[in-house]
């Protein structure tokens, strides 16, 4: 297993550019099979997430082009069947996306449950919910959604009991090729979402609302295909602003989107950095100052990103203060900060709700990442730990982090990948 070795003390400054948002392609990509015309997606990731995605496609016949630009073309209309294998689905969670078009384009689908994860449970109840309310037959059988509806899918009202993103996501690509009207009522208003509802309006789809927490949805009876470009990812692009923040830098990047990023540069500011920002670019500038501590609650867009917590877990260790970080989306999130504070740094952690006390520097030790965002956060320590830190189990980092050493190297890092 690869590992990332990071020598610490470098102040990061340059730009890079960021790639495609991970979260809004892996429902898009699903989204593909809702249709059985070609459908050309572009800016893409190239994540390990990303090709375990386009290989669920694969193993149900769907063939995916990915021509010399990187670009995609995808035609569902060869499928062969309707089944996601808890093979594929073990690695990767967001498999449940291709629940919701397989039934409403093929009347069944049959999808192994993605099990949970590190930072919870994750259960799907709210996706089965929102199928059977819309008509679908579903049945948990060995460990697989048996989902099945005679005809098509029939417009509902659905009420979610808690904000859910997939959830939100599964429900409308559904919706869009239902009978009638469906109305989701407590929807993911998370740009990502948008970005679904976008692709969707270009293959004929018919929706208001996204974005707000009522969306509304005008079945039709088959969607065409189209060009799409996935829309620039605010997490990534939140990482490396608090990589410039941390080690007092400066740092641009390009073909990113600060609109959607309201909630992270709001306390990046509190930090003490200087932001600026234009219509694709973002710049943070630290003038070589330590932080301040901030103190963050995470809860759904478009409020502060839980995606976003452990990365500023991170800038507390070695901010000028004490920071609370309270964690109210997962009840299992908090697990780098053993791992921060083997590196010296001064956590509490109390249900969930970790209180931080900054320290002027961390020290290096080896480290193991746990979940994706974790991992990266590891990444961030390792950057103002004295010494040489070497994070293990980066398998999570690729799954969401195109080519991070190389753009950690651009931006003055000494960053490299050793082979286990
Ligand atoms: C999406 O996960 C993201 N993944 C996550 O990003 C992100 O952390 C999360 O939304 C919250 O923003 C993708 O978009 C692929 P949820 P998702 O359903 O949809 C509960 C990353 O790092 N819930 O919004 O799985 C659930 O337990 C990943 O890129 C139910 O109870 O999250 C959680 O407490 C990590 N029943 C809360 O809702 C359900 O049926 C929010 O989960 C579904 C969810």
């Given at each position: ?99 919701g078009?397989?039934v409403a ?26 199928l059977?309310?819309m ?18 899918l ?17 429900i409308?690509m559904a919706a ?245």
């Amino acid at each position: 297993m690869d590992k990332l070795l990071i020598k610490g003390g470098a102040t990061l400054n340059g730009g890079i550019r960021i790639s495609g948002a991970k979260n809004a392609a892996l429902p898009i990509l699903a989204a593909t099979l809702l249709t059985e015309q070609p459908v050309h997606l572009s800016n893409l990731p190239h994540l390990h997430d990303i090709t375990t995605m386009v290989e669920l496609l694969g193993v149900m016949g769907v063939e995916a082009v990915i021509n010399e630009d990187m670009s995609v073309e995808i035609n569902a209309g060869t499928i062969k069947d309707q089944k996601a294998p808890y093979s594929l689905v073990k690695t990767m969670r967001a498999s449940i996306l291709v629940l919701g078009p397989l039934v409403a384009h093929y009347g069944r689908a049959s999808v192994s449950l993605p099990g949970g994860c590190a930072i919870g449970s994750r259960p799907v109840d709210l996706h089965i919910m929102g199928l059977e309310a819309m008509g679908a037959e579903v049945q948990i059988v060995d460990g697989y959604i048996e989902a099945r509806v005679d005809g098509r899918l029939k417009g509902a009202e659905i009420e979610f009991g808690v904000v859910t993103v997939t959830g939100t996501e599964n429900i409308l690509m559904a919706a869009a090729l239902a009978e009638g009207q469906t109305i989701i009522r407590n929807a993911a208003k998370e740009p990502e979402v948008v970005d679904l509802a976008n692709c969707l309006k270009a293959m004929g789809a018919k929706i208001e609302g996204e974005g707000t927490d009522t969306i509304v949805v005008e079945g039709v009876e088959s969607l065409h295909g189209c060009e799409y470009s996935v829309m620039p990812d605010r997490i990534e692009t939140g990482t490396y602003l608090v990589a410039g923040a941390v080690t007092g830098g400066k740092v641009t990047l390009k073909n990113t989107d600060a609109s959607i990023m309201k909630s992270v540069l709001d306390k990046l500011s509190e930090s003490g950095a200087k932001i600026t920002t234009g219509d694709n670019w973002i710049e943070l500038d630290m003038e070589g100052k330590r932080p301040k501590a901030v103190s963050i609650t995470t809860a759904p867009y478009p409020d502060f990103p839980t995606d976003m917590q452990a990365q500023f877990t991170v800038l507390n260790s070695i901010a000028d203060g004490t920071g609370v970080v309270e964690e109210t989306v997962f009840e299992n999130r908090f697990m780098h900060i053993q791992e921060l504070v083997r590196m010296g740094a001064i956590a509490q952690v109390n249900g969930n709700e970790a209180v931080i006390t900054g320290q002027e520097k961390l020290k290096a030790a080896p480290v193991m990442a746990t979940d994706l965002r974790a991992s990266a956060s590891l990444v961030l320590a390792a950057l103002v730990a004295e010494g040489e830190t070497l994070v293990d189990r980066i398998y999570h980092i690729d799954r969401g982090y195109e080519c991070i050493e190389e753009k950690l190297q651009n931006l003055g890092a000494t960053i490299k990948r050793v082979a286990a």
